[in-house]
């Protein structure tokens, strides 16, 4: 099973991206499907989460600004970056719990990660 994001860029300030990451692999079902970010010198942090039922969350520093989506038949999330600030500068990570053959058993598994760089 792997993650692969893709969508990552340089933009301007008040510009938009979106990321995306698809799973591929063995693949029976995923739950819950997460992007992170990491800016230089700083933690990881949780950006936005999406259940496969479609409830998201938001962290607040982008809440009205970012949307994540999801697409289950392809085993894809999304999120559409919208007014980007230069402090949304980070590598962009896409995490999900993902379910591989016929046991009941969730393993998570992270893609790897996608620069995004607003310039100011």
């Known amino acids: 099973v792997q993650l692969q994001a893709s969508g990552g860029g340089l933009v301007k300030a008040g510009g938009s991206l979106r990321l995306s990451c698809a799973g591929s692999?063995?693949?029976?079902?995923?739950?819950?499907m997460a992007w992170y970010r990491q800016a230089p010198g700083k933690q990881r942090e949780l950006v936005a989460t999406i259940t496969s039922g479609l409830s998201t969350d938001y962290a607040d520093f982008v809440k009205g600004r970012f949307t994540i989506s999801r697409d289950n038949a392809r085993n894809t999330v999304y999120l559409q970056m919208n007014n980007l600030k230069a402090e949304d500068t980070a590598v962009y990570s896409c995490?999900?719990?993902?379910?591989?053959?016929?046991?009941?058993?969730?393993?998570?598994?992270w893609g790897q990660g996608t620069q995004v760089t607003v310039s100011s």
């Open positions: 995490n999900a719990d993902i379910q591989s053959g016929g046991a009941h058993v969730y393993n998570n598994y």
């Open positions: 692999g063995r693949i029976a079902h995923i739950a819950t």
